[in-house]
C-alpha cells in the first residue's frame, strides 16, 4: 500500500555497501562488465544506468519519489522547472501545432509560448478560465496540447482539474498542468486526468531556497518521448541536485502542513484591512474559486496575493518596511519571502498580458 510520507522517506536505491542514508552518486558515467553488456544496455535490452545525461541514481530516487507521490507512471529530472517547462512541450509538440492555454501562467512560461515556440512553427492561443463554457471555440484542428498552471503565479486562480481532464479527452489533447504552486501533497492532477505533471522542483520540493530543478511526470508513452528528448539535448539534473531534492522530499508534507497552516492565519489577518483592494488565498471563502479550491486541494498552499491600494511606489513602501521577510522571487522556501511580481518575475509581460497573469 502506498503512503505519502512513507513512500518519500523510504524510496531508496542502496549499493552493495548497504548505506542507510543514500550517497551522492558524483560520477558522469557508469562502467560494463563487458563489451556485450555496453552493447545490450545502448540498445535497451537491459536497463541501467550508462551516462548521468540519460540516468543517475539520485535522479531516479527522485523520479520516483515524485511519481509515487503523484500517481504517475514515469518521469525526467531537469536542472531548473524552465527546463521541465520547455522540454514538455519541445518533445511532445512538432511545427505547425498549436497549444491551447490557461492565460495565468509563469512570466517565464509566457514567454515560451509567446516568443520561442513561435520561432518553430508552435502557436499558442490563451483561454480565460472563468469563461471555460467557451473553450471549444478556442481549439483548432491542429491543437495538441492543453497546458494549464493551477493554482496560477501569482494570481492563485484555480482551474477545474475534472472539466480540463474531460476537455482535454473531447478534443484528444495532451493535458499538461504545472503543479508547482500545490505540489503532489495538495494536488494530484494526474488524478483529473492529466497526461504530464510538471514541476519547479526549486520551490517547495527543495523548500530551502539552495538548488534548482525540475520534474516532467506523467504516462509511460509520452514520458519515452521526452526521455528520448532529454537524452540527446541534455538538461539533465546534476546529481548532487537530485540527491537534495529526494532528501527534502522526505519533509515535503511536515512542510507544506505548516506553510499551509501559516498562510491560512496570514491570509485572514489581512482580509478586510482598509489599505489593500484584494486578498487571495485559495482557502479563503472569498476567493472566487474557493469551492474548486476545497474540491481538488488538501489545503490552500503557502502564497498569498495582497494587492495594496496605491500602485507601485505603495507596494514598494510596504516591502521595504518589513523586518525580516526576503525581498526575492524563490517561493516555497522556508524563510518568508515578498516579491512584487508585476516589477519582478512578470515585468516582461504587456500591462494587457500582466492584468491577466
Ligand atoms: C509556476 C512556476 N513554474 C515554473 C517555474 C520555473 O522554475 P525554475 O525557476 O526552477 O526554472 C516557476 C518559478 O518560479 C514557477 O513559479
Redesign the pocket.
Known amino acids: 500500500m502506498s503512503h505519502f510520507e512513507t513512500d518519500a522517506i523510504r524510496i531508496q536505491r542502496r549499493s552493495d555497501l548497504k548505506e542507510h542514508s543514500s550517497p551522492i552518486f558524483i560520477t558522469s558515467s557508469f562502467t560494463f562488465e563487458s563489451a556485450e553488456e555496453a552493447r545490450a544496455m545502448f540498445a535497451d535490452e537491459i536497463q541501467g544506468n550508462i551516462y548521468s545525461r540519460y540516468s543517475n541514481p539520485n535522479s531516479s530516487d527522485l523520479i520516483e519519489k515524485v511519481c509515487r507521490a503523484e500517481g504517475t507512471e514515469d518521469g525526467i529530472a531537469t536542472a ?4 521541465a ?1 520547455f522540454g514538455s512541450i519541445a518533445s511532445l509538440l512538432q511545427q505547425g501545432d498549436h497549444i491551447l492555454a490557461s492565460r495565468s501562467l ?1 512570466g ?2 509566457h514567454q515560451l509560448l509567446t516568443r520561442v515556440f513561435p520561432k518553430w512553427g508552435i502557436t499558442s492561443t490563451y483561454g480565460d478560465i472563468s469563461d471555460c463554457q467557451n473553450w471549444d471555440k478556442l481549439v483548432q484542428p491542429n491543437t495538441k496540447m492543453l497546458f494549464l ?1 493551477t493554482p496560477s ?1 501569482p494570481g492563485l486562480e484555480i482551474i477545474d482539474l475534472e472539466w480540463a481532464g474531460k476537455f482535454a479527452a473531447a478534443h484528444n489533447l495532451i493535458l499538461v498542468v ?1 503543479n ?2 500545490a505540489t503532489p501533497y495538495l494536488q494530484q492532477p494526474a488524478k483529473w486526468g492529466a497526461h504530464i505533471v510538471t514541476h ?4 517547495y520540493i527543495d523548500g530551502q531556497g539552495r538548488v ?3 520534474l516532467i511526470l506523467g504516462k509511460k508513452d509520452l514520458i519515452k518521448e521526452v526521455q528520448f528528448f532529454t537524452r540527446h539535448t541534455g538538461p539533465s539534473i546534476s546529481p548532487f541536485n537530485a540527491w537534495i531534492l529526494s532528501k527534502s522530499m522526505e519533509t515535503l508534507a511536515v512542510r507544506m502542513d505548516r506553510h499551509c497552516e501559516n498562510a491560512l492565519k496570514i491570509a485572514q489577518y489581512f482580509e478586510g484591512n482598509p489599505e489593500l483592494d484584494a486578498v487571495r488565498y485559495p482557502f479563503l471563502k472569498s476567493h472566487p474559486q474557493h469551492d474548486l479550491a476545497l474540491k481538488q486541494m488538501k489545503a490552500g498552499g503557502g502564497i498569498i496575493t495582497l494587492t495594496l491600494k496605491g500602485g507601485l511606489a505603495r507596494a514598494q513602501r510596504f516591502i521595504d518596511q518589513l523586518q525580516m521577510i526576503s525581498i526575492t ?3 516555497g522556501d522556508s524563510r518568508s519571502i515578498i516579491t512584487h511580481p508585476a516589477s519582478t ?1 512578470h515585468s516582461k509581460l504587456s500591462p494587457e498580458e500582466r492584468a491577466h497573469s
Not at 80 to 83: E, K, P, R
Not at 200 to 203: E, M, N
Request: charged share 10%.
Open positions: 531548473s522547472g524552465m527546463a517547462m509563469f517565464s512560461t498552471e503565479n504545472d508547482c504552486f519547479s522542483a526549486t520551490k534548482l530543478g525540475g522571487p524563490n517561493l518575475t
